[in-house]
C-alpha cells in the first residue's frame, strides 16, 4: 500500500503558486520524500525530492516539516501547462527499493 | 538526464496473440527496471521488479506466465503479455533505477506503451 495521503484534486489560478500538500506521517528514517507528476498519456515525470531539508529545482520546491511526517510541494507560478496528477511517494534512496503510487492529486490550472 | 525509453508507444493486436514492449535506458545502465499498468483514471500498478541476469520478482495477482519479463542486459528490459486478451488493453510504463555513481534514489519513467487488444 502506499505510504502517502494526498487530495483527491485541487484548482490554482494560472500565475499563481499551487500548493499540493501530503501527509506521510510513517516514513522512515532512510527513507526520501519523491515527487511526479504525470500529464494525460504519458509516462510519470520526475520533479524533485528531498529528505529532511527544503529542496528547489528549477521545477518546484519542497517543504518538508521537521517532524518529516508531511511535506508541500510549491509551483511557484502555475501554468496550463501544470495541469496533471501530482503522486507524492516515499522511497528508500536505493536503486531496488520500488515506488507504490498512491492515487495522487489532480490539479487543474485554470485560466 | 537520464531517459528510459519504451517502444512501441502504442500497438493494437487480435485477441490470442503475444505483445512485446521494450524498455531501454539510453544513457546510463540499469540493474533493476520496474513494470506498471496503468487503467483509465486510475494510479500506476506495480507488476514486477526486473533484475538484470535473474528472474523478475512479481507483485502478488500478477500471472508470471501471462506477463513475461525478460532483462537480459543492463540497458534493456522486456515485457511480453501471451495470449493477449481485451482484458489486458492498458498503458503500460516501465521505469528504471540508476545505479553506481549515479544511484540517488531517483527512477526514470518510460513513455509508455499503450496496448488495445481486439
Known amino acids: 500500500d502506499a505510504k502517502t495521503t494526498q487530495p483527491t484534486s485541487m484548482d490554482c489560478a494560472e500565475g499563481r503558486a499551487a500548493n499540493l500538500p501530503c501527509n506521510h506521517s510513517?516514513?522512515?528514517?532512510?527513507?526520501?520524500v519523491y515527487w511526479y507528476r504525470q500529464i494525460h498519456s504519458q509516462g510519470p515525470q520526475y520533479i524533485i525530492h528531498g529528505l529532511k531539508n527544503n529542496e528547489t529545482n528549477e521545477m518546484a520546491s519542497l517543504i518538508i516539516t521537521e517532524d518529516r511526517k508531511s511535506s508541500t510541494l510549491i509551483l511557484p507560478h502555475a501554468t496550463l501547462r501544470d495541469t496533471a496528477v501530482y503522486y507524492c511517494?516515499?522511497?528508500?534512496?536505493?536503486?531496488?527499493?520500488?515506488?507504490?503510487f498512491g492515487k495522487g492529486t489532480r490539479l487543474h490550472i485554470l485560466p | 538526464g537520464a531517459v528510459v525509453s519504451q517502444h512501441p508507444s502504442r500497438v493494437i493486436c487480435k485477441s490470442g496473440t503475444s505483445v512485446k514492449i521494450e524498455c531501454r535506458s539510453l544513457?546510463?545502465?540499469?540493474?533493476?527496471m520496474f513494470w506498471y499498468r496503468q487503467f483509465p483514471k486510475k494510479s500506476l500498478m506495480l507488476m514486477a521488479t526486473s533484475n538484470e541476469g535473474s528472474k523478475a520478482t512479481y507483485e502478488q495477482g500478477v500471472e508470471k506466465d501471462k506477463f513475461l519479463i525478460n532483462h537480459a542486459s543492463l540497458t534493456l528490459s522486456t515485457l511480453t503479455v501471451t495470449s493477449a486478451h481485451p482484458e489486458d488493453s492498458s498503458f503500460y510504463i516501465c521505469s528504471a533505477a540508476t545505479s553506481g555513481s549515479r544511484n540517488t534514489g531517483e527512477l526514470f519513467f518510460g513513455e509508455g506503451s499503450r496496448l488495445t487488444v481486439l
Open positions: 544513457d546510463f545502465q540499469a540493474t533493476t
Open positions: 511517494i516515499v522511497r528508500a534512496s536505493s536503486r531496488d527499493d520500488k515506488i507504490i
Open positions: 510513517t516514513i522512515s528514517g532512510n527513507e526520501y
